[in-house]
């Protein structure tokens, strides 16, 4: 290692560090980034590659720490350098106006007016952050207030989390504390619990607990779950620079040490201006980004916070005002399944109307079968719903003391309440579905992916003219595409927005689209689980579409590549009449493709048998080794498994050559494979 490329290199990460540190922070905290991700990468990687090379010159305040790994055999239990204290709540205005009350005559300024900051009560969980020297060196959540765990490996990949202190070239302080709430903001929070229902795992019940959940996850890091999460700076409870004389003052700091602060937060001449805050935060709560909980007042001169001190667990100095409630207990009058844009049938409680949180709700999504048993929601059951920041309420749990007889156990219908086509759950899957593609319900949806990229490819096919298309009722299944250009250009043309040349050009795309190949057409049809790869396996295997369409569950199954799920869902597609029709319809009005040569059953040689091939070999090219494979009957597929019928081995195998022998799989190398196709 050449010492000036070792000088060099330093002088590259000084760059490079803060350089990548700005663009975070444009990026995460202020929200106005000034370079593309792709140029982001790029100084990424250089660093990344830096440092891989120069293990010595990683900076401890480098991004690339953020990714690190979080102890996997739970977390530390690490005192607090201070108490986190907690907060004292009121509930309404004469409850906020005692406390101001109590502030004035401890402080004997009965006839003065107070000075307040009011900040939004951020519903999340309560963090610590500690830097020493101006660089992160743990992160600790508030546990029991004086004992929190040490969750410094999960913060450190929260982006809105500063690695080091943005000081301005001031010495920062040598221990700083900076405590904060970590919240999970709304999107997000939706989103991932679209996932979890999905996955089939329980939801979360409010953002606080997924937030809270997501600090503390162990395992299973979802790198991307953890970024999402948000951590807005409120205190420092140490370190603080001297000569800052209010709250205020404070919050300038953090935010210019790089913290995220809440930017709903106001500094208030008195308590009017607090209430006044309170009521915007009220009337915004449905719109922030983030879930509150309430406003909390804190007197704004340090001064005067000393001198009010505080109690064993609460400052003196602030409280909590807190919203109205989000739950409320009511009767589930029915229960309705809705079917979405997938096919999805989601149940939904109709509720007696209740106020929960400023809001009448009639409605709660009870996501799927497995949540209403776990639940055990049933008709005339009273319970407890909650808004959780969602636009969707949701029911808490059953209160069971109050159920009268034996209400019935509710099921989702075996029949589609749109269209009446039987519905299905798949083996291992949560969902139950609607299984007809040309589901009113599920229409739009089917049709935008029919007229895809990587399905029929339509141009000049898109979302609007579809969306327009199914409104008029013009198109009423997804076949009903290819009639568009029978009547000729005069129908297209009367459509909005749709003049002469574009009505031409559809007519175009339309009768290109007709001539297409059999997997375009298999992903066209929206078959769960059917996509290119798939849909590739099942073209090569069966040649065409009439031996597919009469393969039974063990035939599709018997295919390598092809596992339980995937036959299951495609057997239940061509089992059902309409999806059947449909077809029928499609090739009639001249969507055609070139049959493919069927596996060769008992035909060549390889009649079948599975290949993968692997490394480079020494003289047949990968593609030229496939096509005579294949031509000999056999089929190349990526993957070994226990189907497999050989293993191809050139160079630099890899880990398929591994698989292969703990699977026992013979492996062949070019020779062998030459000798076999002869
Ligand atoms: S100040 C010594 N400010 O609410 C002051 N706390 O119910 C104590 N919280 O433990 C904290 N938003 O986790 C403060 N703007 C805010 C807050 C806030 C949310 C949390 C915090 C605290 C809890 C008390």
Known sequence: MGSSEHAAAKRRIEALVPELVRHLRLYHVEDRPDISDAEYDALYRELQALEARYPDLRRPDSPTLRVGAPPTDGFASVPHRSPMLSLENVMNAEGLAAFDERVRRMLGREKQVIEYVAEPKLDGAGAELVYVDGALTAGLTRGDGRVGEDVTANLRQVHSIPLTLETGGAAPPPVASVRGEVVLPLTAFRKLNRLRVERGDEPFANPRNAAAGSLRQLHEIDRRRLASL?????AVAEGLPDGLRTQWEVLETLRRWGFLVSPESVECPDLAAVVALHERLLAARETLPVEIDGT????NRLGLQDELGELSRSPRWAIAYKFPPQQAETVVEGIEAQVGRTGALTPVAKLRPVQVGGVTVSNASLHNQD???RKD???RDTVVVQRAGDVIPQIVRVLLEKRRGRPRRYRLPAHCPVCNTATVRLEGEVVTRCANIDCPAQLKNNLRHLAGRGALDIDGLG??????LVELGRLKRISDVFTLDAAGLGELEQLERMGEKSAANLEAALERSRKTTLPRFLIALGIRHVGETVAELLAAHFGDLDPLMAADIEALEAIDGIGPTIAESVSRFFADKRNRGEVVRLRKLGVRWEPLEPAAPGGGPLDGKSFVLTGTLPNLKRVEAKKRIERAGGKVV???????????????PGSKLAKAQEL??????EDGLLKLLS
């Open 377 to 379: 929601v049933r008709v």
């Open 371 to 373: 949540e209403i048993e």
């Open 230 to 234: 948000e951590f807005r700076a409120y």
């Open 463 to 468: 979302e609007k003219l579809i969306d327009q």
């Open 296 to 299: 909390v007042a804190k007197v």
């Open 664 to 669: 026992e799989v013979e492996v062949l190398d």
């Open 638 to 652: 990526s993957s070994v498994s226990k189907k497999t019928a050989y293993l191809v081995a050139g160079s630099d």
